[in-house]
């Protein structure tokens, strides 16, 4: 960067920014809020944990999990600001977060984009916005930090959503969305809204200033970074602060599945019952040939293909999520071929769920018996797989990795689980969270007999 951007730069965050003391909701919401309702009661969460295979699968001995699942609340604001890309309210010299965010141990995605400093002894923080602010009168906040991880936005975002549809008297606040998502969430928020409301986009750090605002806390949490790591590079252990309501999961499973599956089938509604749609029929939907984001449109045909039409209503599907190559985070798969020819041998087909509309994931999803994929947002689809479904994650291991997130999540989801490690690829320059990896293909097929031993039904 050149001497006079980095002045551009510098007085440009110097003039926008403002200092906030960081507080945290449940310590300030009964003198702010004008009402604060409890949506579900803190539980305990499910204590089951899944099992390893592969490399050095003996040396993941860490249980990653929370004691309590907070409750979830609805907190009715006057008078605040929010900002696109934080889980910030701002309520004059205050900062108001989760109280489940730890600052001393979790790192803001705001400080990741250089937008935000913390200062942890004087629990402070800098941030700097951009873009002319927005006034709202009433609006309920979907913004967060991680919204826009296809991940995150159907774990702690969705929920929110199917939450809000519960308070009639919020039926006619607008919808304050993060832009720069991909066009599958822009979807699910359509299909998820049970009545029509103003959708607002907001730009990443653009502040929105609402007279009455509903916000719902999370019903799901996993830090965006370990600060230890952030500040020093150092790995710290893994940790215990991820979790996921079972019961929100559940309620978007059942809500929104069936959603999208009325979305698909309007003129029918006796489909509304069926378990999913299968593959060949998605190639040939309304909604599949409109996505641009459809790139292959036999690709869907693949599964249950050459089954007859009684045989595709009851057939058990065998996934596997296959990455794409330009996949940004560049956790790719080193034996790829390897993995496709085991797979093959256990009748697996492999699909992109790249390539697929929002709602044809969730029909296609509908209909799974078994799974298998690299660690990755993908694996946020099985939130409307069948509880029982069984899965296999593909993942790197190395040095006080954390598989905390989708163990938890999977679980909470009442899957059976399995990981299987392979060796990770050493390149100098990038990040371990973005590095090739090796499968172990005897591991795999390890975790692939011990499902099929166990069911029967899926040999």
């Known amino acids: 960067m050149k001497h006079k951007d980095r002045l551009k730069q510098f007085f440009r965050r110097f003039f926008s920014s403002r200092t906030y003391r960081v507080c945290a909701i449940d310590n300030v919401a009964e003198h702010l809020c004008r009402k604060i309702t409890e949506i579900i009661p803190a539980t305990k969460p499910n204590q089951t944990w899944p099992s390893f295979w592969g490399y050095n699968c003996d040396a993941v001995h860490a249980r990653s999990k929370i004691d309590l699942i907070p409750a979830i609340k609805l907190y009715e604001f006057e008078d605040v600001e929010v900002a696109g890309w934080t889980d910030f309210i701002f309520y004059k010299n205050k900062a108001i977060i989760p109280s489940m965010i730890d600052i001393k141990n979790d790192v803001f995605v705001a400080e990741l984009e250089r937008r935000a400093r913390v200062n942890i002894e004087r629990s402070e923080v800098a941030l700097w916005t951009k873009f002319r602010s927005i006034k ?117 499973r059942n809500t929104v599945g069936l959603a999208a599956i009325r979305y698909l089938f309007p003129e029918d509604k006796s489909s509304i019952g069926r378990n999913s749609r299968t593959p060949a029929e998605l190639s040939k939907s309304k909604a599949l040939r409109r996505s641009k984001y459809q790139k292959d449109a036999s690709l869907s045909e693949k599964v249950d293909g050459n089954a007859n039409k009684e045989e595709r209503k009851t057939s058990r599907r065998r996934l596997f999520f296959v990455r794409e190559q330009d996949a940004h985070n560049g956790r790719t798969i080193a034996n790829m071929q390897e993995v496709l020819k085991l797979l093959k041998k256990y009748r697996f087909t492999d699909v992109s769920m790249q390539r697929l509309s929002f709602e044809d994931q969730v029909s296609l999803m509908r209909g799974c018996e078994i799974i298998v994929s690299p660690i990755g947002a993908d694996l946020g689809n099985a939130v409307f797989a069948p509880k029982g479904t069984k899965i296999v994650v593909l993942s790197p291991n190395y040095k006080n990795a954390d598989f905390s997130y989708f163990s938890n999540l999977l679980t909470a989801l009442g899957h059976r689980v399995a990981f299987v490690l392979g060796v990770q690829i050493p390149i100098h320059g990038k990040s371990i969270y973005r590095r090739p990896y090796k499968v172990d293909i005897r591991g795999l097929e390890d975790a692939l007999k011990d499902f099929f031993l166990a069911d029967r039904a899926l040999c």
């Not at 309920?140 to 929110?160: D, K, M, W």
């Open 136 to 252: 709202v009168h009433n609006a309920i906040s979907l913004l967060g930090q991680s919204s826009c991880n296809y991940a995150h936005f159907l774990t702690e975002v969705l929920p929110r959503l199917v939450h809000a549809a519960k308070f009639p008297h919020l039926d006619d606040y607008s919808l304050l969305v993060d832009t720069d998502c991909h066009p599958n969430i822009y979807s699910a928020i359509v299909t998820t809204g049970h009545a029509p409301r103003n959708i607002i986009y907001v730009k990443p750090w653009q502040r929105v200033r609402v007279q009455r605002l509903a916000y719902i806390t999370p019903p799901s949490y996993t830090r965006p970074d370990n600060r230890r790591y952030f500040e020093q590079g150092v790995m710290a252990p893994p940790g215990t602060n991820t979790y996921f309501s079972e019961q929100s999961l559940d309620e978007v």
